[in-house]
T-cell receptor
Framework: NAGVTQTPKFRVLKTGQSMTLLCAQDMNHEYMYWYRQDPGMGLRLIHYSVGEGTTAKGEVPDGYNVSRLKKQNFLLGLESAAPSQTSVYFC??????????????FGPGTRLTVL | AQKITQTQPGMFVQEKEAVTLDCTYD???????LFWYKQPSSGEMIFLIYQGSYDQQNATEGRYSLNFQKARKSANLVISASQLGDSAMYFCAMREYLTDSWGKLQFGAGTQVVVTP
């Protein structure tokens, strides 16, 4: 049981390049989330998904796109990377339902640098 | 508007002593949950403790306890008998139920804790 995994772990891009971050979970969770972490700002939600084939915008969605074609995978895409997207990206997943205490399980993070 | 406020950017604590990390929150939702996560230097996010808005008692998990003062909208984390391995960044987060039923968490900026021998 690997939990939540993310690939790649590190990446350096040039401005304007594109890339996709992959998140996979093996816990059969319905909900998945992408966050970015910047110094002094905690984690901010980029996009999220409440089920296969559905996605929605979070707090800071501009410059990113996502897809959830399979329940276990949640992809985050940068079409044209900008230096402002230099950050650590975390994927998380949780059970669906009304339980307030549903814990979010986090992946190990991807450190992205855009030059 | 910032919904989770952690006013202590950094703290030093001596080994074996207790430390309290402050967290205040802002919500008009009567149903909400508060979470604390630990992020060591290796980067992963580790869930520590949860407190629900309707819970009558303060949550405890081993050396972690939550000092929940609902009227003051504060949910301070207390770490007792600090260990060197407690050195990490600590995040407070909130989930609102009625306002947002999709389980999204809102995080504070974090508090960096350094435990000294």
């Amino acid at each position: 049981n690997a939990g939540v995994t993310q690939t790649p772990k590190f990446r350096v891009l040039k401005t304007g390049q594109s890339m996709t971050l992959l998140c996979a979970q093996d816990m059969n969770h319905e909900y998945m989330y992408w966050y970015r972490q910047d110094p002094g700002m905690g984690l901010r939600l980029i996009h999220y998904s409440v089920g296969e084939g559905t996605t929605a915008k979070g707090e800071v969605p501009d410059g990113y796109n996502v897809s959830r074609l399979k329940k276990q995978n949640f992809l985050l895409g940068l079409e044209s990377a900008a230096p402002s997207q230099t950050s650590v990206y975390f994927c998380a997943s949780s059970l669906a339902g009304d339980h307030l205490d549903n814990e979010q399980f986090f992946g190990p993070g991807t450190r992205l640098t855009v030059l | 508007a910032q919904k989770i406020t952690q006013t202590q950017p950094g703290m030093f604590v001596q080994e074996k002593e207790a430390v309290t990390l402050d967290c205040t929150y802002d919500t008009s939702d009567p149903s909400y949950g508060l979470f604390w996560y630990k992020q060591p230097s290796s980067g992963e996010m580790i869930f520590l403790i949860y407190q629900g808005s309707y819970d009558q008692q303060n949550a405890t998990e081993g050396r972690y306890s939550l000092n929940f003062q609902k009227a003051r909208k504060s949910a301070n984390l207390v770490i007792s008998a600090s260990q060197l391995g407690d050195s990490a960044m600590y995040f407070c987060a909130m989930r609102e139920y009625l306002t947002d039923s999709w389980g999204k968490l809102q995080f504070g900026a974090g508090t960096q804790v350094v435990v000294t021998p």
